[in-house]
C-alpha cells in the first residue's frame, strides 16, 4: 500500500514541476510534447511476432501516455492467439505491452477435421499441443463448448484428467476421465452439481463405479 502511494506521489510532483516549468519561463520545453509515446516494448511471444504486433501498433507513437488505455488496442486483441494484455507506462514517453497469449483448453472434433478451442474462445492456429487436453464430441457450436469447458475448469473436478467431453442434441453433456469413468449431467447442470460429481468420486461408495449419472433431480444411479 506505501509503495502504491509513494509512486504515485512521485507521479503528481513530477506532473506539478512540468506545469511549473511549461506555464513559466519554458515555453520551447513545452512544445517538445514529453509525454507522447516514443518508445514500445513488447512482451509475451517470440521475438518475431513481438515485432510484427509492434508494427501494427504504431499508430499508437506520438500519443499522449496519459490518455492511453487498454481500449486502444482493441483491434490487436481481436487476434486469436491473445487472450489479454497488461499496459506499464513508463513516463515520460515509454509504454510496455505484455500480451498473455491464449492457451489451448479442449480439442473439437469434427468428421474430417478438428479444432482446438483457446482460452479466449476463439479457434487457435497450433500444429501441436504439449499437453493432454479433452476431446469434444457431438457438437459444433462454439460458443457452448467455450461455456461448458470455462466450468468444468472452474469447478472442483481435475480438468486435466477428462479425457471426453461429450455433447448432445438434448443440450447436455457427458465426461469421460482418463480412468475410464462415466459422468453423466443432466440438461440444466451448475457447477454446483459439478463440483458434486467430484465429491462423489472421492467417495468410497463410488470407489468402484464406471458410471455415474446424474441426469434424474435429486437421484444418483451407478454402474459398476
Not at 463448448?145 to 443440450?171: E, H, M, P, R, T
Amino acid at each position: 500500500m506505501h509503495l502504491k502511494i509513494d509512486k504515485k506521489f512521485r507521479f503528481i510532483a513530477y506532473i506539478i514541476i512540468i506545469l511549473f516549468l511549461t506555464t513559466t519561463t519554458n515555453y520551447n520545453f513545452y512544445n517538445k510534447k514529453i509525454f507522447n509515446i516514443e518508445q514500445i516494448d513488447i512482451n509475451g511471444f517470440s521475438e518475431k511476432k513481438n515485432l510484427l504486433i509492434k508494427n501494427e501498433i504504431q499508430n499508437i507513437i506520438g500519443k499522449n501516455i496519459i490518455l492511453v488505455k487498454k481500449n486502444d488496442f482493441y483491434k490487436i486483441m481481436n487476434r486469436n492467439d491473445i487472450s489479454d494484455l497488461i499496459i506499464k507506462k513508463i513516463y515520460p514517453n515509454k509504454l510496455i505491452i505484455n500480451f498473455i497469449p491464449a492457451k489451448p483448453i479442449c480439442v473439437i472434433l469434427f468428421e474430417s477435421y478438428k479444432i482446438v478451442l483457446g482460452d479466449n474462445g476463439k479457434k487457435l492456429e497450433l500444429v501441436t499441443i504439449d499437453q493432454k487436453l479433452p476431446i469434444v464430441y457431438g457438437s459444433k457450436n462454439i460458443r457452448n463448448i467455450f461455456k461448458v469447458a470455462n466450468l468444468l475448469i472452474l469447478s472442483n473436478i481435475d480438468y486435466y484428467k477428462i479425457d471426453k467431453i461429450i455433447f448432445f442434441k438434448s443440450g447436455r453433456f457427458d465426461i469421460s476421465l482418463d480412468n475410464e469413468i462415466l459422468i453423466k449431467y443432466p440438461i440444466k447442470y451448475s457447477k454446483k452439481i459439478i463440483n458434486y460429481s467430484s465429491e462423489l468420486l472421492n467417495d468410497k461408495n463410488f470407489i468402484n463405479s464406471k458410471i455415474i449419472d446424474l441426469r434424474i433431480n435429486n437421484k444418483i444411479i451407478k454402474y459398476e
